[in-house]
């Protein structure tokens, strides 16, 4: 079974500049997260959608962050602009409606310079 | 927002068992126990999760207080690959984790 699929894995940008992250879940999984993860802390949940729903996107920086799941499946996080405060790496995280377990993606490295 | 609280780092010697404990005081009655861990470079993976019972697997063994107000991650044997950070994230109402630091285990040769 495929894992989560994640792209680009590694983004340099300047300050003010904007970029995107996709990510392709599980096959069949319902819930797809959007997490971010500061170097030495512990990921924290931006987004989570149902199918192309959101759930909760109480912690999502909306003037500058952005995301969508148009079809229920593949999911774009999308960050303009972009500051410092912002490098981190960037987690997609999904799971079947019934299931217990997150299964996460291998990150997308955000470095903003 | 309650989250889970752990040691920031422990240590083990290789091929010796380790015990990596986790408070969740708030932890509901419905809600399951977490454990992932996060190798260097990589996103967090799915180690073990319990609800009252203990559970085994595997890669680990999960020990449950009976208040379920702790638990316990069990290694039996470390190795080197097991060196990486571990979370035992608090369950959100069955919908999302809400992770804190972690303990970061260091393995010894």
């Known amino acids: 079974e495929a894992g989560v699929a994640q792209s680009p894995r590694y983004k340099i940008i300047e300050k003010r500049q904007s970029v995107a992250f996709w990510c392709n879940p599980i096959s069949g999984h319902a819930t797809l997260y959007w997490y971010q993860q500061i170097l030495g802390q512990g990921p924290k949940l931006l987004i989570q959608?149902?199918?192309?729903?959101?759930?909760?996107d109480s912690q999502l920086p909306k003037d500058r962050f952005s995301a969508e799941r148009l079809k229920g499946v593949d999911s774009t996080l999308k960050i303009q602009p972009a500051k410092l405060e912002d490098s981190a790496v960037y987690l997609c995280?999904?799971?079947?409606?019934?299931?217990?377990?997150?299964?996460f993606g291998e990150g997308s490295w955000l470095t903003v310079v | 927002d309650a989250k889970t609280t752990q040691p920031n780092s422990m240590e083990s010697n290789e091929e010796e068992p380790v015990h990596l404990p986790c408070n969740h005081s708030?932890?509901?009655?419905?809600?399951?126990i977490h454990w992932y861990r996060q190798l260097p470079s990589q996103g967090p993976e799915y180690v073990i999760h319990?609800?009252?019972s203990n559970v085994n697997n595997r890669m680990a063994s999960l020990a449950i207080a009976e208040d379920r107000k702790s638990s316990t991650l069990i290694l039996h044997r470390a190795t080197l690959r097991d060196a990486a950070v571990y979370y035992c994230p608090r369950d959100n109402y069955g919908q999302n984790f809400v992770f804190g630091p972690g303990t970061r285990l260091s393995v010894l040769p």
């Open positions: 319990g609800l009252t």
């Open positions: 995280a999904s799971r079947t409606d019934s299931g217990n377990t997150i299964y």
């Open positions: 959608f149902q199918n192309n729903g959101v759930v909760d």
């Open positions: 708030t932890i509901s009655g419905t809600d399951y």
